[in-house]
């Protein structure tokens, strides 16, 4: 399934139309691997996915359905055992050496012996780019994090490492930037919080992106679109395109159109819904 233009839909779900270039092209993706049990295991199989350049994806499915194999192979962590993943015309492999695949995960991974304002240029300096200090101010000051950058990671509450995190991923100005489960460890406040702050940043750089959640209401309030994925083997079962206007706000995330969105996902994830 594509990725493609929309048209307002009065149910906050949108209608597809023309089709622009896929910057993100899985074609046939698969993978196989051998269990403890010496059995094969097909964590994906045969999946066609779409994403346009600028747009914010989000996956969902079962635990183990191949979520986070999906977004390991966009990231060059794991080589699909069948079909191709390209991504601006470049495979994986390509692209990270050219450093520009960022990825956040669920634990912040800060190095604890650096300072906060060292952390966020880590990995840019890594990769040979030099970062301008009024660079990470800018940087801190979109995160929140301007008065916090002499401190330390454990100085830090989760959220705003995360913060950090996320900050260290797109000094590097990232092509693709994927995030598995960023905030799957916070409490649900300070994830909404955090929520809110990532529409905004996503705003400001309009990164591709690629996220993966087990919540519905986390999909549904970031995403241009959300991804379903079955059950092991994972498949593409349903791709739900999202019409709301940005910025969104805390009124979206108690409306009738956001339950009416959130309600659509859970019918595909137990196979009472549309899978289109």
């Avoid at 912040?108 to 650096?114: D, G, I, S």
Wanted: charged share 25%; with cysteine; proline share 5%.
């Amino acid at each position: 399934m594509s990725a493609s233009q929309t048209v307002p839909s009065p149910n906050g779900v949108a209608e597809p139309t023309a089709e622009p270039r896929a910057f993100v092209s899985c074609r046939r993706t698969g993978l196989v691997y051998q269990g403890a049990d010496g059995g094969e295991v097909i964590a994906l199989t045969d999946l066609d996915l779409d994403i346009a350049e600028g747009e914010f994806v989000s996956l969902v499915g079962p635990s183990g359905c191949g979520k986070t194999t999906l977004l390991k192979i966009m990231g060059d962590l794991l080589a699909p055992t069948a079909g191709s993943v390209e991504i601006d015309g470049f495979s994986p492999r390509q692209l990270r050496e050219r450093q520009r695949i960022g990825q956040v995960f669920q634990s912040a991974e800060l190095l604890p012996w650096k300072s906060i304002a060292d952390n966020l240029v880590l990995l840019a300096k890594l990769s040979g780019k030099t970062v301008p200090r009024e660079q990470t101010e800018a940087m801190a000051e979109t995160l929140g994090l301007q008065d916090f950058l002499h401190r330390y990671p454990h100085e830090l509450s989760g959220g705003m490492q995360q913060r950090a995190a996320i900050g260290r991923a797109l000094l590097l100005d990232p092509a693709l930037l994927l995030m598995d489960e960023p905030f799957g460890a916070l409490d649900e406040i300070t994830r909404e919080k955090l929520n809110m702050e990532l529409q905004r940043i996503w705003s400001e750089h309009r990164k591709t992106v690629v996220f993966v959640t087990h919540s519905l209401s986390e999909a549904a309030f970031l995403s241009d679109r959300v991804v379903v994925l079955s059950g092991r083997p994972g498949r593409l079962v349903a791709d739900v395109r999202i019409d709301a206007p940005r910025l969104r706000t805390t009124e979206y995330r108690f409306s009738s159109e956001m339950a009416e969105v959130v309600a659509r996902l859970h019918g595909a994830l137990t196979g009472e819904g549309e899978a289109s």
